[in-house]
């Protein structure tokens, strides 16, 4: 059973910075994508950064150049650094993970294992 432990959500001001991080058991390989998607309420889950087990990441538009993803020391917890956030950045933020082919898609619903989510809450 593939569990997820996530941590780091909370409310912070505009144009500080925050980490999540997510520890992953239980996968049943070791070739995956695994990332961090985020939701607001009456939105579709969006995908935030995503990198595989070979260390290779992938951002939605609106984060690049201020949010980072990246493996620890362990392949099977990844951290996501959060700098510069925006009230715009505001949402529960989940941990996912699916099995890695050729890329990691984007789309929310070809990911086969979820976390509970974590909210971060940036106000101005």
């Known amino acids: 059973q593939v569990q997820f432990l996530e941590s780091g959500g909370g409310s912070v001001q505009a144009g500080e910075s925050q980490t999540l991080s997510c520890r992953m058991s239980?996968?049943?390989?070791?070739?995956?994508?695994m990332g961090w998607f985020r939701q607001t309420p009456g939105q579709e889950r969006e995908a935030v950064a995503i990198i595989n087990s070979g260390n290779s990441p992938t951002y939605a538009d609106s984060v690049k150049g201020r949010f980072t993803i990246s493996h620890g020391s362990a392949r099977n917890t990844v951290y996501l650094q959060m700098n510069d956030l925006k009230p715009e950045d505001t949402a529960m933020y989940y941990c996912?993970?699916?099995?890695?082919?050729?890329?990691?898609?984007?789309?929310?619903?070809?990911?086969?294992?979820w976390g509970q989510g974590t909210q971060v809450t940036v106000s101005s």
């Open positions: 996912a993970a699916r099995p890695f082919n050729d890329f990691c898609p984007k789309r929310h619903s070809v990911y086969n294992y």
């Open positions: 239980g996968y049943p390989g070791n070739s995956y994508c």
